[in-house]
């Protein structure tokens, strides 16, 4: 079992920055990939980024390439996700999640079996 929890979420205006973070339990975290994903009102879950369990390979979606950094902790169980300029399209609540399966990093959500509660991200204009 693997239990994750985000914070670090709130009310930002555009142009600003929020660091969102994620703390997982379990001895094994350090073999997990682990990915951050987003879902707007009306929208379908969408990957943002992901790391590979060294932190040695990253992946991004394209809207926030360049703007949103991933990183992890192995030795404090957390994740984060460093998020500059934002925009009012960032909105959306975002999810931490934990593939314990693969080695490679995956895109789709399906592949990743643990997810977190959310937390919401506000970007006003």
């Known amino acids: 079992q693997v239990h994750l929890v985000e914070s670090g979420g709130g009310l930002v205006q555009a142009g600003g920055s929020l660091r969102l973070s994620c703390a997982a339990s379990?001895?094994?975290?350090?073999?997990?990939?682990m990915g951050w994903f987003r879902q707007a009102p009306g929208k379908e879950r969408e990957i943002v980024a992901a790391?590979?369990?060294?932190?040695?390979?990253?992946y991004y979606g394209g809207s926030v390439k360049g703007r949103f950094t991933i990183s992890r902790d192995n030795a404090k169980n957390t994740v984060s996700l460093q998020m500059n300029s934002l925009k009012p399209e960032d909105t959306a609540v975002y999810y931490c999640?934990?593939?314990?399966?693969?080695?490679?990093?995956?895109?789709?959500?399906?592949?990743?079996?643990?997810w977190g509660q959310g937390t919401q991200v506000t970007v006003s204009s």
């Open positions: 999640a934990a593939d314990t399966y693969r080695m490679g990093i995956a895109t789709n959500s399906d592949d990743y079996d643990y």
């Open positions: 379990g001895r094994t975290f350090s073999r997990y990939v």
């Open positions: 790391i590979n369990w060294s932190g040695s390979a990253t």
